[in-house]
């Protein structure tokens, strides 16, 4: 009697030949080993991770789908649960692989699509994450999860108008959320229209008025608009709300920059790096303002204290080559000007100014 190798056999010994990615004798051992055991998931499974490998989803559908019918549904929260599992451990292919399989054995599970269209944003592929969001949303479209994923993705592609209607849809859902108004005037103020933008970040400070990030966006954007008084008086009210953000004192040393409000604007970028000492711009803008305030002495204190802090940085070796060259020191600002392009090669600006002090 000729040896007959048991279904076990031929399952191991198939899963050896999938990971060797030697598919044919794979899929050979996994139909010899079906046709042995019917009624038991294994082959079937291992048979649908194959057809997945090659790309084959029809096939590959057809066999999750009766490997997990033939588990009274196991193995589908299994491979659900893993996924979530890969998901929050940042095991990312393990997930989505997870999820893909999910998907093949119950294509009308939103949670797994959901979470396929997550690891793609993830991932950069956002085309296919807003395939995956926007099959969710034909058959539920006001799953506010979704929405906002969808809508995200949109704000973050800088996509206005898709943008816009989707933080509209989730304002109306829930008309209590002042994420969903920022996120609109943000998306406004892309676009420019900043008279609109206005409106709807003041609407979303009425819902939550302790919100200091709330004014601060509006401050900045009544600084695009050059209304600096405004501009000014959200910033303070961003300090009152939260004291302890330096950036919120370096935007408002900035607006009193423009309105050359020099005095108050050195204070302002003064408390910034008190608070953040290793904030370089901060360093290089108190530089600045005493340069335009005639104390050179104190503005090469400072410009040569940020480029001894971080040695690495361009941008602290450019600005100090500019003031430099404002006190007549060419060629200590030509000196700069060279370690500039020795850390950043393609910083364009220097590398013109480079050329013009050199007479080429």
Do not use: W
Not at 333 to 353: D, S
């Amino acid at each position: 009697m000729l040896f007959s190798k048991k279904y076990e056999d031929l399952v191991v010994e198939a899963v050896g030949y999938i990971q060797l990615k030697q598919y044919p004798k794979a899929e050979e051992l996994l139909v010899k080993a079906i046709k042995r055991k019917k009624k038991v998931s294994d082959a079937y499974e291992y048979l649908g991770i194959l057809y997945m490998k090659n790309k084959n989803e029809k096939k590959a559908q057809s066999c999750l789908k009766t490997a997990n019918e033939i588990s009274g549904g196991l193995l589908k929260t299994m491979y659900f649960n893993s996924g979530v599992v890969f998901f929050k451990r940042g095991l990312i292919e393990d997930a989505f692989e997870a999820f893909k399989k999910v998907h093949l054995m119950d294509n009308e599970n939103k949670f797994a699509t959901y979470y396929l269209g997550e690891i793609l944003s993830k991932t950069g592929n956002y085309i296919g994450a807003i395939e995956e969001f926007q099959e969710i949303l034909q058959k539920y479209p006001d799953d506010i999860k979704t929405l906002e994923s969808l809508g995200y993705i949109y704000f973050d592609l800088k996509m206005t108008d898709k943008g816009i209607e989707i933080f509209q849809k989730l304002s109306k859902l829930e008309p209590k959320n002042e994420s969903y108004l920022f996120n609109i005037g943000y998306l406004y103020k892309f676009k420019g229209e900043y008279d609109t933008a206005v409106k709807y970040l003041n609407e979303a400070i009425e819902l939550n008025p302790d919100n200091y990030l709330l004014y601060i966006n509006l401050g900045t954007l009544y600084k695009e608009k050059k209304e600096y008084l405004k501009a000014e008086e959200m910033l303070k009210k961003a300090i009152e709300k939260f004291p302890m953000d330096f950036m919120t004192y370096y935007d408002m040393g900035n607006i009193l920059l423009e309105e050359k409000k020099y005095t108050e604007a050195l204070s302002y970028f003064q408390k910034a790096y008190n608070l953040n000492a290793d904030d370089i711009y901060s360093i290089n803008k108190i530089a600045r303002v005493y340069t335009l305030l005639n104390d050179y002495e104190n503005g090469r204190k400072f410009y040569e204290f940020a480029v001894t802090k971080n040695p690495d940085d361009p941008y602290s070796h450019f600005k100090f080559a500019e003031y430099l060259l404002k006190v007549n020191e060419k060629d200590a600002a030509i000196n700069e000007f060279e370690k500039v392009l020795a850390i950043e090669p393609n910083y364009v600006i220097a590398k013109l100014k480079l050329e013009e002090l050199r007479g080429k």
